[in-house]
């Protein structure tokens, strides 16, 4: 319903990803991004000859969204959720930078990651919601996270 109601307003939904924990559990949604690129180099001898060859070391860097969700009791019959969420881009192109190994240049990459971090406690009530926005997250789109969170009793 939620999703309809915001591509009706416009918005383009890009994930409607769904979790459910327990009083007390805690849970977590990725949606990442990974690039590989080459952060180091060795020399190495190639078996069987004594050849010595540039070996290079690969290297991953993440970027996008980590929701840690944990679900709290507020008072007495009262719960709520403790929300925090990990942004990151990763800056384009990578930088470089040429290191030497035995008298020759190597170019080894130097990703900069930029990062925010949100972490707070919300107490609401079964049924309820809390929206935050982050403007021109990416490439002028706005980034606009709803959660809702609803109680369910479970009969043992």
Known sequence: ??????????????????????????GTIAVQRQSSYVSDWKLVKVQPSAEVVADP??????????????????DADSYGIEIDLKMSRLEEPFGTKTI?????????????V????????????????????????DEGHDLVLIFTFNRIDIEK
Do not use: C
């Not at 319903?1 to 805690?26: C, F, I, R, W, Y």
């Open 114 to 137: 930029v990062t925010a971090n949100i972490a707070t406690t919300i107490k609401l009530p079964s049924g309820g919601g809390v929206m935050l926005r982050s403007p021109q997250y």
């Open 57 to 74: 070391t690969i290297e991953v860097v993440s970027e996008g969204l980590v929701f840690d969700v944990h679900s709290v009791q507020t």
């Open 1 to 26: 319903a939620m999703g309809k109601k915001l591509q009706e307003a416009g918005a383009t939904l890009m994930s409607n990803p769904s979790l459910v924990t327990l009083p007390g559990q805690s």
């Open 100 to 112: 030497k190994l035995d008298g020759r240049k190597f170019e080894i990459g130097v990703p900069e």
